[in-house]
T-cell receptor, first 111, second 113 residues
Framework: AQRVTQPEKLLSVFKGAPVELKCNYS??????LFWYVQYSRQRLQLLLR??SRESIKGFTADLNKGETSFHLKKPFAQEEDSAMYYC?????????????FGTGTQLKVEL | DGGITQSPKYLFRKEGQNVTLSCEQN?????MYWYRQDPGQGLRLIYY???????QKGDIAEGYSVSREKKESFPLTVTSAQKNPTAFYLC????????????FGEGSRLTVL
């Protein structure tokens, strides 16, 4: 079974402070990991994927297979980063590609 | 305007009634998904389909049914057997393969009276 755990329901930081949203996963094969973001009154959308090794809006995430983690980081939080963030895992099952999401972390950036 | 469209946005239903939520995409995506979003529980997978005329149960399929007769359409029926149907439902689609980006609809909010 595949599982994604986001231990924090809410993370509150001050503007300019570093941000780290935690994500741990459980999967027996080689997973693909993603971070999705939902801004207020907008659709859920992809933020970044581990395979691309990219930085989007200043966010990065490194897949650590030893710790089975995929934490999302940003060195300096901005007010516009306030949103709901979901970590997601994509893995192959007998029925095809299955995407599993974590419970989400609400990031609040305070001035 | 390409994308994924869900309807209706808001729906009210009496207990004991079945209701069908529509999901249409014009992105030519093979795979489509239905998720349920509840506060504090994130997104939970109800059903998914990789190809026309085939679909798989997700983690919380009980009380739901789907069909995939056309590539662009993946309707979800919430049956009277679903014990707690009041929720926000999200449909999504993606290209085949596990690295594809998931595109989401705006969601449908179902309230059972």
């Amino acid at each position: 079974a595949q599982r994604v755990t986001q231990p924090e329901k809410l993370l509150s930081v001050f503007k300019g402070a570093p941000v780290e949203l935690k994500c741990n996963y459980s999967y027996s094969g080689s997973p693909e990991l993603f971070w999705y973001v939902q801004y207020s009154r907008q659709r859920l959308q992809l933020l970044l994927r581990h395979i691309s090794r990219e930085s989007i809006k200043g966010f990065t995430a490194d897949l650590n297979k030893g710790e089975t983690s995929f934490h999302l980081k940003k060195p300096f939080a901005q007010e516009e980063d306030s949103a709901m963030y979901y970590c997601a895992l994509s893995g192959l099952t007998g029925g095809g590609n299955k995407l599993t999401f974590g419970t989400g972390t609400q990031l609040k950036v305070e001035l | 305007d390409g994308g994924i469209t869900q309807s209706p946005k808001y729906l009210f239903r009496k207990e004991g009634q079945n209701v069908t939520l529509s999901c249409e995409q014009n992105l030519n995506h093979d795979a489509m998904y239905w998720y349920r979003q509840d506060p504090g529980q994130g997104l939970r997978l109800i059903y998914y389909s990789q190809i026309v005329n085939d679909f798989q149960k997700g983690d919380i399929a009980e009380g739901y049914s789907v069909s995939r007769e056309k590539k662009e359409s993946f309707p979800l029926t919430v049956t009277s057997a679903q014990k707690n149907p009041t929720a926000f439902y999200l449909c999504a689609s993606t290209t085949q393969g596990i690295t594809g980006e998931l595109f989401f609809g705006e969601g449908s909010r179902l309230t059972v009276l």
